[in-house]
């Protein structure tokens, strides 16, 4: 009787530890369900909206934002699943955060500013002027993902609330030889051996990958994006060696950025032109 009595709680308490699990796991996975606004704006704001996110899905082929690319990449390759992870480079909340103070401009910057400098430097690209329908739509799309996010304008960096977080590795640390060894069993598939993508993955060096002027040209900020969104679905890289992948990839030639080279003439860097889209039909 004593031992039957003694297994009844431990088989009591195991069950209430998997329930107590299963319920954490449920409840830190709601929120960020919870994030993505459930239903688009109505009338010509949704209709914005979803060209925002259109864009973001297909930037480099798509018939409004194609003319600004010099690469292959779109808005998704680095903010996946069109900015909704919330790990990769996130759109989450990210509205919030601007206005915001921008270190490299030494000025201070809207979203639509940030926006349109990623074309310049991460899709080497020309910036689309101020107030276009493209720029206007991404960060449209960009707004409605931070719906019921708290304003807090950063006064460091243009940087929302989920950005990814720097590694704890100095990038002095990394490899090239190991990278190389990693990239082959870890990314080529994706990518190609050569770097220049498959319908898999997008191209990570040479000339229709990002510029040397984007952020992920710097090996702590690719590797600390690595570290969260690679291999998708599969994100157990180590530090190192995610800083090690970073190098080598980092190591291969890749558009060198002029800003001067990315910027529309001067009439052309604002306008006020566009036409209301027409809504879907019902």
Known sequence: MQRRWLTLPVTGLALLIVLTTLSAQEASEQPQKSLIPEAYPPGELGVIVKLGEEIVARTH????????????????????????????????????????????????????????????????????????????????????????????????????????????????????????KLYAARCADCHDASGAGTSE????????????????????????????????GETDLTEQEALDIAAYVNSHSRPHFILEEHLPPVEQRGVYDWQPAAAPAK
């Not at 401009?105 to 991460?122: A, Q, W, Y």
Request: positive net charge; aromatic residues 6%; contains cysteine.
């Open 201 to 232: 993955g997008p191209p990570v060096w040479g000339k229709d990958s990002y510029n040397d002027g984007a952020g992920l040209s710097r090996n702590d900020k690719l590797a600390a994006w690595l570290k969260v969104a690679m291999p998708p």
């Open 61 to 180: 082929e798509h018939p409004l934002s194609k003319q600004y690319i010099g690469n292959k990449l779109n808005c998704t390759s680095c903010h996946l699943e069109n900015g909704t992870n919330p790990q990769a480079a996130s759109f989450l909340g990210v509205a919030s955060a601007y206005p915001a103070w921008s270190p490299r401009e030494k000025r201070v910057i809207t979203l639509e500013d940030r926006v349109l400098n990623c074309f310049m430097r991460s899709q080497n690209g020309i910036r689309p002027p101020l107030g276009s329908k493209v720029s206007v739509a991404i960060t449209t799309y960009i707004t409605w993902l931070s719906s019921g996010a708290e304003i807090k304008m950063n006064h460091q960096k243009p940087l929302g609330p989920r950005h990814v977080q720097p590694l704890s590795l100095q990038a002095e640390l990394a490899e090239e030889q190991r990278g190389a």
